[in-house]
């Protein structure tokens, strides 16, 4: 059988020589960003009873302090997170554990818990904003404020999350999309050369 042109592996490794530039181009660039349990601190309440509201657990002192993700395996119970916004200003909230059955964060407004939540078994069509992972909006947050996380799920439970300013994450939203289209833009001659190549080897060996 013959082998690939030399040619070919020259124009492959071209290719993910540009990809690997520009990525790390994309990663260089800062955005204002928090990680929850690393460089934002954040605090743990376990409701093995599963029947704890938010104004029950926003009185209550006996948080742990989280120094990584949540991760706690298959359990039944509900878990409360907490932390405080650190600047004020217009904030998302982001997970991307899309298996979680339920996700619901707490905003104080005018001394009123207003919830949203999102999971695996709430509609795509029932979130305020249409996005690929679990975002929630913290408009107007003030420094210091206390935002309260309620995480309940069937399966294994694990939870991170990341803070981003607005501006900051529609920043790394438009770098994101601009990767992944120039990562099909790369690949996409691959594999038409690829197709192309396998169809002219098989209709040329067939002759013989």
Do not use: C
Request: glycine content about 4%; aromatic content about 16%.
């Amino acid at each position: 059988m013959q082998k690939t042109p030399v040619y070919f592996h020259h124009i492959v490794k071209l290719l993910i020589v540009l990809l690997g530039l520009f990525a790390g181009s994309v990663q260089a660039s800062t955005t204002e960003e928090f990680d929850l349990g690393h460089n934002l601190s954040w605090f743990l309440l376990e409701d093995s009873s599963q029947n704890l509201e938010i104004n029950d657990v926003s009185q209550r002192n006996d948080f742990t302090r989280l120094t990584n993700n949540l991760s706690v395996g298959h359990k039944k119970s509900a878990f409360w997170l907490r932390f405080q916004i650190p600047e004020s200003g217009d904030w998302f909230l982001e997970t991307n554990l899309l298996y979680l059955d339920h996700i619901t964060v707490f905003v104080n407004r005018n001394q009123h818990w207003q919830a949203t939540t999102q999971g695996d078994w709430h509609p795509f069509s029932e979130r305020g904003i249409h996005y690929r992972n679990y975002l929630f909006d913290l408009p107007k947050t003030t420094a210091n404020q206390t935002i309260f996380i309620r995480v309940q799920s069937s399966g294994v439970v694990h939870f991170k999350a990341t803070l981003w300013r607005h501006l900051g994450f529609i920043e790394q939203s438009n770098k994101d999309s601009l990767l992944l289209g120039f990562y099909f833009a790369l690949y996409l001659p691959i594999i038409l050369m690829s197709l192309f190549y396998s169809y002219f080897n098989s209709i040329r060996y067939s002759n013989y």
